[in-house]
Structure formats: C-alpha cells, structure tokens
C-alpha cells in the first residue's frame, strides 16, 4: 500500500520512517513524502498507485482543507485521506470529515493510533477495491451479454412481411427473452417455391446457456432441411434429435413443433416434440386446438422414433404458435394468462389482421397483463396466415 504523507513539518518524514519501518522492510507499506498541498497534488500525479494520504490541515502555500478539495476533484473513490491536526482544532477537522475525508487524528500524534487508523483505512480502501473490480466484471459481462443478444437475435428472422411478393402466404413471429438472452427459438424458410419449412422450440433452461443450446439448436436443423440431402421432415428430425442428444452432458432438452406446409394445397406435415398444443383460427372465426399425439422433447433419447402428423389449412385459415412463456405468464396476483385467453384472442380477432398485428396486440395484452413483475419465461409467437 503506497501511502503519501503531507506534513510541512520536516522531523515527520524521519518519525514515520522509524516507526514504520519494519512495515516498509516487508514491503507491506510504502512512503512518499510531501511537504504541503502543491507538492502533495505533484506526488499523486508521479505516483498514480497511491491509496492513502495522511495530510496535515494546517500547512504553507496550500493548507490540507484546499489540497482535500483537490484531491476529491479525482473523483478515484478508492483513494482515501485521514486528516491530521491540533488536538482542540475541531472546526477544521469537522471542516475536513465534510469535504470526504475518511477519518482523523490528532498532535501529538499517537503512532499506536496511527497504525491503527491506517490499519482500518487500508482494508476499506480494499473493499473499495474489490467493489470496483467486481462492477467492472459486471459491467464486462453485461457488455458481452449485449453481443449475444445482439448474435442471437440476428439469428432469428427479421423480415415483415418475410414473401412480400407471394399472393399464398403471410407469417410473422417474435421472441421476448425473459432474461437478456433467452433459450426460445422459431425459424421459418422456403424450402422450394411449394414448401415452407418452420419450427417453434423452447430449451429447457434460461439465460446463456439456455441461448447456446438454442444456437445449436436452430443452426443444426437448418442445415439439415437446407442440405442438398435433405430427404423428408421424419428422417432429418430424427437425425437432429440424434445430433443433439448425444453427449449432451447438460441433460438440456428442446421442446419443438416444426413441420411443412404445402403452399399450393394447404397440407402441413409437422411432427410435435413435446411442445404447446397449436391453434388454428378458422377463416369462419371458429379456433381450433391442434389434437396432440404425444413425442418426445429432442436431445432425450437419440434413437427416439418420431412420427409425422398432418392437418389440413384452407385459405384464409390462421396456424398459431407459440411457447409456454406466453400461457405461463404471471401477474402481481401470481396469476397465469393461461391457455383460454389464447384462445379468446384469436376469437376476437376480425379476420382482417395481418400475423404482425395479431402478434402485436398479443404482446401488448401479455406486457399489460404482466406489468411490474418480473418476466417468468421467454415468450415466442410464431402466426401464419394462409392467404385466400
């Protein structure tokens, strides 16, 4: 610990360097001595490392009350003063302790004290220290967390209306992490001018890692279904699933609905991995709730046998996703949103809604219904529209 010693009084530098010394033998303690506040601010400017500033108050050309201003100007919070003065100069040392000084002794100093008022100074100016050290980290992770977030939602799809071009469908979704990054995923692409690909998933976690397998996740299955080998939807599930279930030393698993829609006839293949029940609103108005036949979550069992399914969309017809964020969502009143207002908002809605203002309306509802409390879970809608 460097400490700095101001005192115009020149017999100091030899009283503190005796009685000090075995501290400066072992190099617990180091000295540099100034003699007023001008050559004081000199030393601090020399010697950036300094910690602690045992100053008298009472001294020539700048007193230890104007070099306390300076000094606090610094603005360092890890460096601390310990004012020393005249045992009957009170005003001053109250002066002093209301300009920032740590703490004060009194001439004829008592050197017992002394050691102990630096003793207690030393391991405040430590735990200032470590604070600093330990908000920079935090300031360093929030910094790095931004990047993720800023990698993981360009992962994701960005485009509305993604086909501005195509008369046959219209799609749009969302993902609001409940932390800064969060474990949901969805995905959407064409694999032919007739095939649309999408999935929905959620991993099994929250925060990063959840966001890493969630990365894994949504890369290894678009690579699959866009490879040049692709073959069917069962075969490359099965195939992913294997990928992610194998030393998957972190037990995480992926709840996932994905499948294909066939753009000329309505006809969706799609196998559920253990996932929400799906909704579709009828272009009549009627919702419907996608009947669940059962599947495994991915990366479980990697030689699981996944089965396809299909449903029928006509035009007009609206398909829903979305991730248990959403029916989870609580209030103030530990209340869930719940499956049911899903359904009442899609029953609500005109019909004339494009997906993005469906899925607009439904975030406003689950914010407003939320309010102050913490987000629970990620939420992530995926709505698409088969255009008449």
């Known amino acids: ?67 306390l201003s300076m000094v606090n100007e610094r603005k360092n919070p890890a460096l601390k003063a310990v004012m020393v003065s005249a045992y009957g100069d009170m005003d001053n040392i109250r002066v002093a302790m209301n300009r920032g000084a740590y703490d004060f002794i009194t001439k004829p100093i008592n050197f017992e004290d002394l050691e102990i008022t630096i003793n207690k100074t030393i391991e405040h100016i430590n735990m200032v220290k470590l604070f600093q050290q330990e908000r920079d980290q935090l300031v360093a992770i929030k910094n790095d967390l931004d990047i993720a977030k800023e990698i993981q939602q360009s992962m994701l799809p960005k485009e509305s209306p993604p086909f501005p071009d195509r008369l046959d469908i219209d799609l749009h979704a969302f993902l609001e992490p409940a932390k800064v990054v969060g474990g949901d995923l969805f995905d959407y692409f064409l694999l032919d001018e007739d095939h649309l690909f999408f999935i929905i998933g959620d991993v099994s976690d929250k925060g990063i890692p959840a966001a890493l397998f969630m990365a894994i996740t949504k890369a290894i299955v678009k690579s699959h279904f866009l490879s040049p080998t692709y073959e069917n939807l069962t075969d490359e599930v099965r195939q992913v699933n294997h990928f992610l279930s194998t030393n998957n030393n972190s037990f995480m698993f992926v709840t996932a609905f994905m499948g294909i829609i066939n753009l000329k006839t309505g006809l969706v293949e799609y196998i559920d991995a253990g996932h929400e029940p799906m909704l579709i609103r009828r272009k009549d108005g009627t919702v419907e709730t996608v009947e669940k036949h059962g599947g495994l979550a991915l990366a479980i ?24 964020g959403a029916t989870d969502a609580n209030n103030r009143e530990n209340e869930r949103y719940g499956f049911k207002k899903l359904e009442e908002h899609l029953q609500q809605l005109s019909g004339e809604e494009r997906p993005k203002q469906i899925n607009d309306s439904l975030l406003a509802k689950l914010k407003d219904f939320i309010g102050e409390e913490d987000q629970f879970d990620d939420i992530t809608v995926l709505t698409i529209h088969y255009k008449s």
């Not at 490392?49 to 001294?59: E, G, Q």
């Not at 996944?306 to 969309?313: E, G, K």
């Not at 007009?316 to 248990?324: A, K």
């Open 301 to 324: 069992d990697k030689d699981y046998a996944y089965t396809p399914q299909t449903l029928q969309l006509a035009h007009g017809d609206t398909f829903f996703l979305y991730t248990d």
């Open 1 to 67: 610990m460097k400490i700095l010693n101001v005192d115009d009084e020149l017999d100091m530098e030899m009283l503190i360097s005796q009685r000090f010394r075995k501290q400066i033998r072992d190099k617990q303690f180091e000295f540099v001595f100034a003699h007023n506040g001008i050559e004081a601010l000199e030393k601090l400017d020399q010697h950036e490392d300094i910690a602690l500033i045992l100053s008298d108050i009472n001294m020539p050309e700048m007193d230890g009350l104007t070099f």
